[in-house]
């Protein structure tokens, strides 16, 4: 189950609260802007309605924010992005279990003998956001093979199919976000094994660090993995 204190912690869940004040006031605003048109001076209907404006500008652009950073959370390097359990279905075919630090879980099946996880850090640069800490979004997970005869399996998306690719945007249009700088290149392997956990971190340089638990190095240890 989501834990909700998680929750209300997202980007995406404060920018949209400030979404729905913003667009309070602009009601308010429109509310107070017809009155005044039909009571007040010319002048301050045009003050008004500047200020109107003003209000639904902020409104929308706090919308797409919202909307572009949905998935992404606030890096915290002491607290692992995700505990991962990983069991064996069949030979090379595996059932993972992935406990993401807002309380959600998302269950799929892999094939390989490993697999390597994928994800996104966004960082602010220096100037008027350089005091905000980094975001980050798991983005997919690969399954890989030991034998180089066999094909990678195909990439399981952990992102929403319809979700902003803001560093694609970054990249592509680096005017629009200057502040931001997106990281994407790195990864990390995970050896699996049955009845194998692992916690995962992001580090502040986009780094992703895979810690099987005592267990879990045990099996990992053994021949063949048994």
């Known amino acids: 189950m989501m834990d909700w204190t ?37 002048w301050v209907s045009v003050a008004g309605f500047a200020l109107l404006l003003v209000t639904i500008v902020l409104t929308v652009l706090l919308a797409v924010a919202g909307a572009s950073l949905r998935g992404y959370h606030v890096l915290n390097e002491q607290t692992p992005v995700a505990e991962i359990n990983a069991r064996i279905l069949s030979p090379q075919r595996w059932a993972l279990t992935l406990h993401g630090s807002d309380g959600s879980t998302r269950q799929l099946q892999l094939s390989g003998d490993a697999l390597r996880m994928e994800a996104v850090l966004l960082r602010w640069q220096p100037g008027v956001f350089a005091s905000l800490p980094p975001l980050y979004r798991l983005e997919r997970v690969v399954g890989r093979y030991d034998d180089l005869a066999q094909a990678a399996a195909a990439p399981v998306s952990l992102t929403d199919a319809d979700a902003l690719d803001v560093q694609g945007l970054q990249r592509e249009y680096p005017q629009w976000l200057p502040t931001v700088d997106a990281v994407n ?4 392997f995970l050896p699996l094994v049955d009845q194998g956990h692992y916690s995962l971190h992001v ?24």
């Open 6 to 42: 998680a929750l209300l912690r997202l980007p995406t869940t404060m920018l949209w609260l400030l979404t729905a004040g913003m667009l309070l006031l602009t009601v308010v605003q429109l509310v107070a802007l017809r009155e005044r048109m039909q009571t007040q001076p010319r």
């Open 185 to 188: 290149d790195n990864g990390v």
């Open 203 to 226: 580090m502040r340089d986009g780094t992703l660090v895979a810690k099987p638990d005592e267990a879990t190095e045990r099996r990992l240890a053994q021949p063949l993995g048994e």
